[in-house]
DNA sequence: CCTCTTCACTTGAAGCTTGAAGTCATTGCG
DNA sequence: CGCAATGACTTCAAGCTTCAAGTGAAGAGG
């Protein structure tokens, strides 16, 4: 079925490469679909949960926009106008860090604690619904692996204590 | 049908799940936007990349909107978008199916053939170097299994075909 | 001081995606 | 045949993301 023509393949895909493809690229875009839908009900995208539950974990519920961009694994740009978002909501505020001008602060507001809190336990059973619970305690731990090392490859200084 | 939005606190991520999930969700978010990276050069987004090869496969290169979108794992809508953006561009060429017309055909053009011949190997080569060089032949199967356990859940219905 | 450069962040415009509503062909039923 | 129902796609308006350009704070050099 397979074997399409190319002037100049590189090594092409074998069975189970292309196995692990298909099952990689249908994670990618089904999961992220499942957990938008999820949160859907809260008034939430998954990006939006991810930032808030970040800054929620944080000493004062506060991190600087730079740190907070790399936890939630996206841009500064797309930090920014989701950050305004949530301010829009009354969920976060920023204000200049006191200690250096350059630096902007986002901290979780009351209410934005509130939200995260009344709406991580169903996220979370849904997370464990969708990926946890079909694996076994090993598929885990061979996921964590995989995830690092896949990382590690498109980032190389992506702050690993990455061992063999 | 609506989820419990609240209500008791589930089990919580231990710190092994914590990992895999972080990994995942890295994964998720750089993988994609890493591939999309490469394929700039082309002109092309990684979904259109996907929705051509896919196209590129079949049976005088041709397929129903409604299977394309099962393929490339997205919405009708989208895919409808898609594919007269590359209509626009003068990969593709949609027509009603001559046995019913409630069906659309969506064909790729000779051009659009050459398009994705030409940008296969640089892109097959970035996947390999991101996904399966760093990757142990048996972590790739554990990926295979992991990955169909994960769309199952999501998906109980998604053409099973798992043999082992 | 004043200006230049760097750095962290924000804004703007364009493009992509989404869910809901709309279109159009075929089928079912009287 | 007429007319509603179903199904497959398309379009629309709104929202989200992105890259590039812009803003403003801190420090360096004159």
Do not use: C
Not at 6 to 20: F, M
Not at 60 to 89: D, F, I, N, P, W
Not at 140 to 148: A, E, P
């Amino acid at each position: 079925m397979t074997n399409t023509p190319t002037d100049v393949a590189p090594r092409w895909l074998d069975e189970e490469e292309r196995r692990a493809w298909l099952g990689l690229m249908g994670v990618m875009r089904r999961l992220e679909h499942a957990l938008d839908t999820q949160l859907r009900d809260e008034g939430l995208t998954h990006f939006e949960y991810g930032v808030m539950a970040a800054l929620s974990e944080s000493p004062q519920r506060e991190l600087r926009m730079s740190a907070l961009a790399a936890y939630a694994e996206g841009s500064l740009s797309r930090l920014s106008q989701v950050v305004a978002r949530l301010e829009r909501k009354g969920y976060a505020h920023r204000r200049p860090d006191p200690a250096d001008g350059r630096y902007t602060l986002a901290t979780l507001t009351d209410e934005g604690y509130e939200k995260i809190v009344s709406a991580a336990p169903g996220h979370v059973a849904e997370v464990r619904r969708l990926v946890f619970d079909p694996l076994t305690k090993a598929q885990v731990k061979q996921l964590s692996h995989i995830g690092r090392r896949i990382l590690h490859a498109i980032d190389p200084d992506h702050s690993d204590g990455d061992r063999g």
